[in-house]
């Protein structure tokens, strides 16, 4: 079965911390992952993705993850967090070669706080 | 341009009420979606397209229907609402499937309530 796990429902740092947000997945075949960021009464935006070119990927307002296939892990990172970064983060994986309409499995997301 | 556009972004319903959410893309986009979102659930899809004509049930399909008959339009039905049913729904789509990497596109949301 494909899944993915998101370790810590709620995370709290400092600004100017180093954010960790954890992503596991579940997979018997190569994935494409991908971070989304929601802010309050929002939709959800693309934070980077992975398909399969380099492990580290950067992304917007700073984050990246790096893919650790013998972990099965993708976790974000930033190494400073600001106010603004406060929000609900999802992980989400699908997979290559799927013909059955390519679907999406989402974590269930960690909120991020941030303590001025 | 505008993405992907949801209508209505709030809507109260009474138990056994039907209503139609509304989704439109401007991206010519051949994959579309409905997820709902519940605190500690995350995203849970409900129904997907994978062009016109063609739409096939996600992991919570009882109680909704869609149909796709034009690419830019993905209208989610709800058919008698229940209050289990009161959530955010999310439209969102992507590019070709041939192309395997496009990310989700996703719409503001709509936030329903049934009562």
């Known amino acids: 079965a494909q899944s993915v796990t998101q370790l810590g429902s709620h995370v709290s740092v400092s600004e100017g911390a180093l954010v960790l947000l954890r992503c596991n997945y579940s997979?018997?075949?190569?994935?494409?992952l991908f971070w989304y960021v929601q802010y309050p009464n929002q939709g959800l935006q693309l934070l980077l993705k992975?398909?399969?070119?380099?492990?580290l990927v950067k992304g917007i307002n700073g984050f990246e993850a790096e893919f650790k296939k013998s972990e099965t892990s993708f976790h974000l990172t930033k190494p400073s967090a600001h106010m603004s970064d406060a929000a609900e983060y999802f992980c989400?994986?699908?997979?290559?070669?799927?013909?059955?309409?390519?679907?999406?499995?989402f974590g269930t997301g960690t909120s991020l706080t941030v303590i001025p | 341009n505008a993405g992907v556009t949801q209508t209505p972004k709030f809507q109260v319903l009474k138990t056994g009420q039907s209503m139609t959410l509304q989704c439109a893309q401007d991206?010519?986009?051949?994959?579309m979606s409905w997820y709902r979102q519940d605190p500690g659930m995350g995203l849970r899809l409900i129904h997907y397209?994978?062009?016109?004509?063609?739409?096939d049930q996600g992991e919570v399909p009882n109680g909704y229907n869609v149909s796709r008959s034009t690419t830019e339009d993905f209208p989610l039905r709800l058919l008698s609402a229940a209050p289990s049913q009161t959530s955010v729904y999310f439209c969102?789509?992507?590019?070709?499937?041939?192309?395997?990497?496009?990310?989700?596109?996703f719409g503001e949301g709509s936030r329903l309530t049934v009562l």
């Open positions: 969102a789509s992507r590019r070709s499937l041939g192309a395997n990497t496009g990310e989700l596109f």
């Open positions: 997979s018997s075949v190569p994935p494409y």
């Open positions: 992975y398909t399969s070119a380099a492990t």
């Open positions: 989400a994986v699908t997979y290559r070669g799927m013909n059955t309409g390519n679907q999406f499995y």
């Open positions: 991206m010519n986009h051949e994959y």
């Open positions: 397209s994978v062009g016109a004509g063609i739409t």
